[in-house]
């Protein structure tokens, strides 16, 4: 059997590196001049509120629009860009599309603009009673070019091909992914793509992200396109280049055995640069003290009396992005003094433990879990899904915790800055000439 090839560009004009990426990995044979393709960047999240540095985080829109132009010189025409962000999103994916640049390529190229959170979705069965709401714009297409960014990830390692599918899914579908238990997550989502056309993988890789997937993850300059019509072995390559071995990636390991892949690398042909002149390990998760009362970095400051419980699995993407800036808003209410006996849980299995006396519950499904528990001394539940920052501030000063918001803004701001001027970051990356 021949071996599933995955190119590897090194990228220089992105444009020109692209068309080599597509010419070595033979990434568009097999698509029919009349095809529907849908092109699926990852767009996790956005803010226009406060500065959001996109470096390894959103897909590039050099990498969009150097497509969209090659496509469209092939003759294709029935192009759709469809993403589903995260609904948590004040602004619709519309107005994210014209901060990328993609109103441009609407004009230029008649590319289709959908925004997956504003259309309907498609109640999908996986047999055996598995079933998931697929956006009807992604299941209606001839072939899908999926388009990830090169990142880690806190929960699963690392983000690429296969995870960035569930932007294809409804909210209520991506919560269900993040079901009970540590196995569940990496055994849903691999199960998307089993229903869509995905006919050609690339891998943005002009930026990497560790500790992933969002923007208070640290970025890197990579400057990779890794492509292939091989779905499985893309992420394979490009969780090498972050230092995974697909062995150690639940995800990865599930799909390869329910779908006869080999974890070995060695089984993959691998065309232009060589994995080991650009694997560099990046971290994926954060630094949590042993007796799991929160990061490390807590402890170094001297914040006692306090008990944040490691995020889980079960923690879905919309919590996930508010838990970082929740831990910045708490460790700003740290006056000097031990915080009055407080635990915090989250996601749908942390349930409160004894002994506290306030008992902060992280999100609707933390609230709801925990509504009869007789642990409980004094609940501060922080409904939402995910909770409002602001909200959480208000509620956690009438229980005395001073929470300062600015010190968040201020957070957002750094996250931003530290990219400024650095060589090679640049956020023109995310615009269309
Ligand atoms: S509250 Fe958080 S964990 Fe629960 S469904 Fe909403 S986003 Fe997911």
């Known amino acids: 059997m021949a071996k599933a090839s995955v190119s590897m560009v090194k990228v220089s004009d992105v444009y020109e590196s692209f068309k080599e990426s597509l010419r070595l990995s033979n990434g568009l044979a097999g698509f029919n001049i009349a095809d529907k393709i849908l092109i699926k960047p990852n767009i996790v999240s956005w803010d226009f509120e406060l500065p959001f540095p996109p470096y390894g985080v959103v ?10 132009k090659i496509l469209s010189e092939y003759g294709f025409k029935n192009l759709t860009i469809g993403e589903g962000s995260l609904p948590k999103l004040r602004t ?19 590319v289709k603009l959908v925004d997956f959170n504003q259309g309907e979705f498609v109640s999908t ?37 296969i995870k960035n599918l569930k932007g294809c899914l409804s909210k209520k579908s991506k919560q269900y992914c993040h079901g009970l238990g540590d196995e569940e997550l ?20 002009l930026y990497t992200l560790e500790k992933g997937p969002g923007p208070t993850g640290k970025a890197f300059k990579k400057g990779l396109i890794i492509a ?52 560099k390990f990046v971290e994926h998760d954060f630094d949590w003290s042993e007796d799991n009362t929160g990061p490390s970095g807590f402890k170094k400051r001297g914040i006692t009396g306090l008990a944040i419980r490691k995020y889980d699995s079960s923690l879905c993407t919309g919590c ?29 299995q942390q349930l409160a433990s004894k002994g506290f006396e306030n008992s902060i519950l992280f999100g609707k499904c933390a609230c709801h879990l925990n509504k009869n528990n007789p642990n409980l001394k004094k609940a501060i539940p922080l409904w939402g899904c995910p909770p409002d920052l602001e909200k959480m501030v208000e509620k ?20 931003f800055d530290r990219y400024k001027g650095k060589e090679g970051f640049n956020l023109a990356d995310w615009s269309v000439e």
């Open 396 to 415: 956690l000063a009438k229980e005395g915790l001073e929470c300062d918001y600015n010190e968040y803004v201020r957070f957002r701001h750094y996250l």
């Open 59 to 68: 897909t590039t829109s050099a990498v969009i629009s150097a497509l969209v």
């Open 125 to 161: 069965d996986y047999g055996e009673g598995f079933k998931l709401d697929l956006a009807k714009e992604a299941l209606e297409a001839d072939k899908i070019i999926n388009v990830p960014v090169l990142k880690t990830h806190s929960q699963a390692k690392v983000s690429l091909g």
């Open 320 to 348: 996930s992005v508010q838990y970082n800036p929740m831990l910045i808003l708490i460790s700003s209410a740290f006056k000097g003094l031990p915080f009055p006996n407080v635990e915090v849980v989250s996601g749908k």
């Open 92 to 110: 619709t994916g519309d107005a994210v599309y014209g901060a990328l640049g993609y109103k441009k390529l609407q004009e230029r190229y008649g």
């Open 228 to 279: 292939s019509s091989d779905p499985f072995a893309c992420d394979l390559v490009g969780a090498a280049i972050l230092g995974y071995p697909a062995k150690e990636v639940p995800h990865l390991t599930n799909y390869a055995n329910s779908h006869g892949y080999s974890l070995e690398l060695s089984d993959y042909e691998v065309i232009g640069e060589s994995i080991e002149d650009h694997q």
């Open 186 to 205: 990496s055994l849903t989502f691999p199960r998307i793509i089993e229903k869509l056309p995905v006919a050609l993988t690339i891998i943005d890789g």
